[in-house]
């Protein structure tokens, strides 16, 4: 695989675990203001999912998902994260340190990728800039 589906297919994973731990806590919460943030975070997920996903097929690479095993730890360790504190505080704090998690990979791969396509370097630096933001305005809820 090339640098270009490398850090697409980066890109694609970051996205589809930021919109299934977004679902996954946005039914967890209970507060409607944390919610209506978390719904508004799930959308740009979406878009920068569908985004990668549209590059790499229009490139002609397959997307590669993260995995079953994958996606179940996840969700367990939210589950077990939550189960005694579903406050946004508590929540924020989690999505904080994933995002800052993110950032620090997208800066890796920025650098490590740093002459893939133009489009698709953007891409990751859209990425990178809405995870800067998300912690941003997650430190309200703290």
């Known amino acids: 695989m090339n640098g270009n589906a490398e850090l697409l297919n980066f890109i694609y994973q970051n996205s589809q675990m930021g919109v299934g731990t977004i679902n996954q806590l946005v039914t967890i919460t209970k507060n409607e203001e944390f919610k209506s943030y978390l719904h508004s975070q799930l959308n740009e997920y979406k878009q920068i999912h569908a985004q990668a996903k549209e590059m790499l097929n229009q490139n002609g690479y397959d997307e590669k998902g993260i995995t079953q095993l994958a996606k179940l730890k996840t969700y367990v360790m939210i589950n077990i994260q939550t189960m005694t504190d579903k406050t946004p505080s508590h929540i924020s704090e989690m999505l904080i340190i994933g995002s800052n998690m993110g950032v620090i990979d997208a800066i890796?791969?920025?650098?490590?990728?740093?002459?893939?396509?133009?489009?698709?370097?953007?891409?990751?630096?859209?990425?990178?800039?809405?995870?800067?933001?998300?912690?941003?305005?997650l430190k309200q809820f703290l």
């Open 108 to 137: 890796k791969n920025i650098k490590k990728y740093n002459d893939a396509e133009k489009n698709i370097l953007e891409l990751m630096e859209k990425l990178q800039k809405f995870e800067k933001g998300n912690i941003e305005q």
